[in-house]
């Protein structure tokens, strides 16, 4: 680009970037002024490394215009720039106030390199080249400025990620890790400690969970073999409603509350659910620990249940299958609901002379074992374990 002057004398940019440099300090004084007391989150008179940043930061930014405006094909590194980004993220703003200044200082800019260059008598046409070049590169540190805030907010994104990975670790351990180191790594991911929390056992047959179903609270691990999730203070406020959405169409179980330390155990306890919900025992898709404890206790050790089945329901062995299902059944409501048959009839929806005829059986069948207690409780164990098998 060649620049005429009124008096037809030519000179070219670079003569024109040479004649603007020595004032690139008074420039800088004046975008740093202008940035400071129009954009507050920029105003810090007493911060003199903040203020050394920001000068730094203009000059780079003016002398690499006029590097480019004396030979538009010399490099450019854009890392400063992408620092001032990351310098962004990690106070924890927006790119709304750099933008905003970095608009403002080029306008300021723009106006006092123009007067700077009055001797040279520039053209409407050289005044309009010099201001889309200010422009062009005011373009270019954005853009750089913006790829260093997103490469800091994605690194922060995966560091509190892996914290948060690692307190769940914590909290799942055996035995449980001190109160303290918890309360340590759960400030350094940036995660409130509530009173108590449950987790929940998640099937993987049926895809990922998408990990935005869930509130940033909610401590996940979908990458195990065997997906989990911890969620805080789960009979507070909305959170069986959020857990209900976030899992609906899936097969989980939620384990019981538990004070955080004992987080473990509840994880424990619906990953037993779920296996009970994978066979049957326990119905499909979400299953509240809560609502089966007395199945979840039952089941806890199967080849003690057997063997107290094998004892209790022996005087049923020699029926018809048939057979065996009626009494073990109107035995059970006999036990769960009381002797009387008129409320075992309507429990089991037959007629209270069919009850009494099939507790006579009973009698004949089991004796004076009917009257122990504990047999009465060993009983009751063993006909629930059926109960849920055969279900």
């Known amino acids: 680009m060649v620049i005429k002057s009124d008096s037809s004398e030519s000179r070219t940019t670079a003569d024109i970037a040479k004649a603007l440099r020595p004032g690139i300090g008074r420039v800088s004084d004046e975008v740093i002024e202008e940035i400071q007391t129009r954009i507050p989150e920029y105003a810090r008179p007493s911060d003199e490394l903040y203020i050394k940043v920001i000068r730094i930061a203009v000059e780079q930014a003016v002398e690499g215009f006029l590097d480019r405006v004396e030979d538009p094909d010399a490099p450019w590194d854009p890392e400063p ?191 037993q659910a779920l296996g009970l919900s994978r066979r049957g025992v326990l119905p499909g898709g979400l299953v509240r620990c809560a609502d089966h404890m007395a199945t979840l206790v039952v089941f806890k050790d199967e080849e003690l249940v057997s063997a107290l089945a094998e004892v209790r329901l022996a005087p049923l062995a020699h029926l018809r299958p048939t057979q065996q299902d009626r009494l073990a059944e109107t035995l059970l409501a006999w036990l769960r609901h009381g002797r009387g048959a008129g409320e075992v009839a309507a429990r089991l929806h037959v007629h209270p002379q069919t009850v009494r005829y099939r507790l006579r059986q009973l009698e004949e069948l089991y004796g004076d074992q009917l009257t122990d207690p504990d047999i009465r409780f060993e009983l009751e164990i063993a006909l629930r374990a059926r109960q849920a098998v055969r279900a």
């Not at 970095?102 to 309009?128: D, I, K």
């Not at 062009?136 to 990620?161: K, N, P």
């Not at 340590?184 to 509530?194: H, N």
Request: proline share 8%.
């Open 81 to 271: 720039f992408r620092m001032i980004g990351r310098g962004e993220a990690a106070e924890g703003r927006n790119l709304e106030p750099l933008q905003a200044a970095m608009r403002l200082g080029a306008r300021v800019g723009w106006r006092r390199l123009t007067e700077l260059a009055g001797p040279c008598a520039l053209s409407p046409q050289n005044l309009y080249d010099l201001g889309e070049a200010i422009f062009v590169h005011l373009d270019q540190l954005a853009d750089a400025a913006a790829e260093g805030f997103a490469e800091a907010r994605a690194h922060a994104a995966g560091e509190t990620e892996r914290r948060r990975a690692r307190l769940l670790d914590l909290l799942l351990s055996r035995p449980p890790a001190s109160a303290e180191a918890i309360a340590d790594l759960a400030r350094a991911a940036g995660w409130r400690l509530p009173r108590t929390v449950a987790c929940v056992a998640l099937d993987d047959g049926l895809g990922p969970c998408p990990a935005l179903a869930f509130p940033s609270d909610v401590l996940t691990a979908m990458d195990r073999p065997e997906p989990c999730l911890l969620a805080p203070d789960p009979n507070g406020p909305g959170q069986a409603r959020m857990l209900d959405q976030a899992l609906r169409g899936r097969r989980a179980a939620i384990g019981p509350a538990v004070p955080l330390t004992a987080a473990a155990t509840s994880l424990r306890w619906a990953r």
